[in-house]
């Protein structure tokens, strides 16, 4: 089932041999020109009215559009300032090889993670994930109340800011210290809760290529059977850190994310380029990062959150596309506006997990109060979305069904975007030692799922 | 439409090669260069404007700016006989922090603060603190802007500050900070001269530092 990686020193060599360009030209002269041009040729439009397109003709048509824009612009080596190109030929072969599952975690609590269909039967793998930084002291009772939840399949901690006292320092000893701490405390809070062999994503911490490396030990650290990310820069940029992880991951061999966030509002301009771009990150991702799957979080760039009509739109068609015309897995990250404890936050949640699941996405939940603030996230905004991910495929919800409702949910809070409530911080809405919601935050659970429902979701319990 | 009116409008659409073609027909019709450089620089305001409304999207901007640097590039020559007549409104050293690799939000800040009429000199990213120090000072830099991106990387701010304490330089710059994760709190905390929640913001506030600055400089002298 695992594939083996595509030929990673054949593609790593170019980012040494290939076409050389600066930074400037290959946004200006390259990347933006090509990305107008694939909208106007294949006729991408966005429309308002309809956050959950159900047209088959869009979804492929934005494949196209996304693989030529790829095979067109390539990926910029900032470091070595070449670019790496690809013909079509080795994107298909690439493609042809993925496998589209893998069994991911151990033992009892391993699952299969698999890629998905638009209107898919079957769950969505659930990744819980705060998405957030936290008090030294917050991060085990925090990974603990992630980890307690029953819809996880598989988790990804906070980051820490301080490591035994000290602020921790991007490629300095904090960093490398925090790292092995936050392994560490998220592997213990593992065998506390009883899922000692769950799919963990770590660590948010390491930032760097060397904090990364540090944390790769298969007894106290990051496994073999756990995932860690590598990410792009803005816009189909990578550097020589990012290739270091890339090529570390698959030596160790752990499950390698590939994280891509296409900016709303950036270089790729609105949602059709937004939404091109995200397709072509998928194979940025299969091809440079040679990832096992690829995590979107496409976003605002002013509100730094995607629960928005025309972020809909984004993650919706591009999902589509990638579900329609591949196997590859993709993972959908929600960026919220609200912080927790409001209603306005479950609202959210329930939103991104129906465009998303209904799209062939699974899910990774949440980054709330617009991914900023410390301490500020909970389990319960990513079990909402789970729950609503489940009702989904529970309930076989087609995507005009998906639009009607989400139509219905984004009126509740689209006109409160910009000025989003910040809700409680985790400490203040949750028991710490026990790591459990409080009644209030529960109540307010309630009342929002019980409002989903009548609106029409069928949740299985 | 008057030359200077369609010149604007073929900046603001980013029409680089139109907008050269009009500058010069500017000059060829004795515009007062003064004067074409006072309407391209609110014509362009206008697009930063349009920018923050979300009206235009980023790569707009930037091909207004660039059409607007080329317009400007034909125009210099008279500009330096003239000098005394255009306003000066800071020299900025921008760059990303050591250790993070995000420039977006940088270049942004950047763009808007170039067509707002400040001499920006862009860093980059991944820049060392005492980079920064050196070449505001080589540049003679009123204002250094650093952006963090990561709550790891936010401390390299605190250092830019720390060295200018420690090299006796701190009243030599204005200090501000900007990123995702920077709050109010944090630029208090590490004793910024300012923060912006957005690039807009960040234009504003700095041309009232710069006009607190110069008012100072007056009263001193």
């Given at each position: 089932m695992p594939a083996p990686p595509y030929k990673m020193w054949e593609i790593l060599e170019r980012a040494r041999t290939g076409p050389f360009s600066e930074d400037e030209p290959f946004i200006m002269e390259r990347f933006m020109p090509h990305l107008k041009a694939g909208i106007k040729k294949y006729g991408i439009e966005y429309d308002p009215a309809t956050p959950i397109p159900s047209d088959d003709n869009l979804a492929d048509a934005l494949w196209q559009a996304g693989l030529e824009f790829f095979l067109k612009v390539g990926v910029l080596c900032v470091d070595t300032h070449r670019i790496m190109t690809f013909d079509e030929k080795e994107v298909k072969e690439a493609l042809y090889l993925a496998p589209g599952e893998y069994l991911v975690?151990?033992?009892?609590d391993a699952r299969l993670l698999k890629h998905r269909q638009v209107e898919d039967t079957n769950p969505p793998f659930a990744i819980f994930s705060p998405d957030i930084t936290c008090d030294e002291g917050l991060f085990s009772p925090l990974s603990i109340a992630y980890l307690k939840e029953p819809l996880a399949d598989g988790v990804c901690a906070p980051i820490l800011e301080e490591s035994m006292g000290l602020k921790i320092k991007a490629q300095t000893p904090t960093e490398l210290a925090g790292s092995i701490e936050h392994a560490m405390s998220l592997r213990q809070a593992a065998k506390l809760v009883g899922r000692p062999g769950i799919f963990l994503v770590a660590a948010?911490?390491?930032?760097?290529d060397m904090a990364q490396i540090s944390i790769s030990h298969s007894d106290w650290g990051v496994r073999t059977t756990d995932s860690r990310l590598v990410g792009a820069l803005t816009e189909l940029k990578i550097d020589n850190a990012l290739l270091n992880k890339a090529l570390h991951y698959q030596q160790f061999g752990c499950f390698t994310g590939s994280l891509t966030g296409p900016i709303?509002?950036?270089?790729?301009?609105r949602a059709e380029g937004t939404a091109i771009l995200q397709v072509a990150y998928h194979l940025m991702g299969l091809l440079?990062?040679?990832?096992h799957y690829q995590m979107n979080f496409p976003f605002h760039?002013?509100?730094?959150?995607?629960?928005s009509r025309e972020l809909l739109w984004v993650i919706s068609a591009s999902h589509q596309a990638i579900a329609r015309n591949t196997k590859l897995i993709s993972f959908s990250n929600g960026f919220l506006n609200a912080g927790p404890a409001t209603d306005m936050v479950l609202y959210e949640a329930a939103v991104h997990a129906l465009a998303s699941t209904v799209s062939g996405a699974n899910l990774w939940e949440a980054a709330v109060?617009?991914?900023?603030?410390?301490?500020?996230?909970?389990?319960l905004e990513a079990r909402m979305a789970a729950e609503v991910g489940h009702a989904c495929s529970h309930m076989k919800l087609k995507r005009e069904g998906a639009n009607e409702l989400v139509q219905k949910i984004v009126a509740k809070y689209e006109d409160r975007i910009a000025d989003a409530p910040l809700g409680s911080l985790f400490q203040e809405c949750y028991d710490v030692a026990k790591a459990m919601p409080k009644k209030e935050y529960l109540d307010l659970y309630a009342r929002v799922k019980d409002d989903l429902v009548k609106m029409g979701l069928e949740f299985p319990y | 439409m008057e030359t200077l009116e369609r010149l604007v409008q073929a900046v603001q659409d980013g029409e680089a090669q139109k907008a050269v073609a009009l500058t010069q027909e500017a000059l060829a019709a004795k515009i007062e260069p003064l004067a074409v450089v006072k309407a391209l620089t609110e014509g362009i305001r206008e697009v930063g404007d349009r920018f923050e409304r979300m009206e235009i999207f980023l790569p707009e901007m930037m091909l207004a700016a660039q059409a607007m640097q080329k317009a400007l590039e034909l125009l210099s020559p008279y500009l330096e006989r003239q000098k005394e007549g255009r306003e000066e409104k800071g020299t900025v050293v921008i760059g990303t922090v050591e250790g993070d690799i995000h420039e977006i939000g940088k270049h942004i800040v950047a763009l808007l603060l170039e067509v707002n009429g400040f001499t920006v000199y862009d860093l980059g990213a991944d820049v060392n603190a005492l980079d920064f120090i050196k070449r505001a000072q080589e540049v003679k830099a009123d204002i250094i802007g650093a952006s963090a991106l990561m709550t790891t990387t936010m401390p390299g701010q605190r250092e830019i500050i720390e060295l200018l304490k420690d090299m006796g330089l701190r009243h030599r710059f204005h200090v501000t900070v900007g990123g995702t994760p920077v709050t109010r709190d944090w630029a208090e905390e590490i004793g910024a001269d300012s923060w912006a929640e957005n690039a807009s913001q960040a234009v504003a506030i700095l041309e009232k530092a710069m006009e607190e600055r110069r008012g100072h400089a007056r009263t001193t002298l």
């Open positions: 975690g151990s033992g009892k948010g911490t390491a930032e760097s709303y509002g950036g270089y790729a301009g440079v990062h040679q990832a760039i002013h509100y730094t959150s995607n629960s109060a617009h991914n900023k603030y410390k301490n500020r996230a909970t389990p | -």
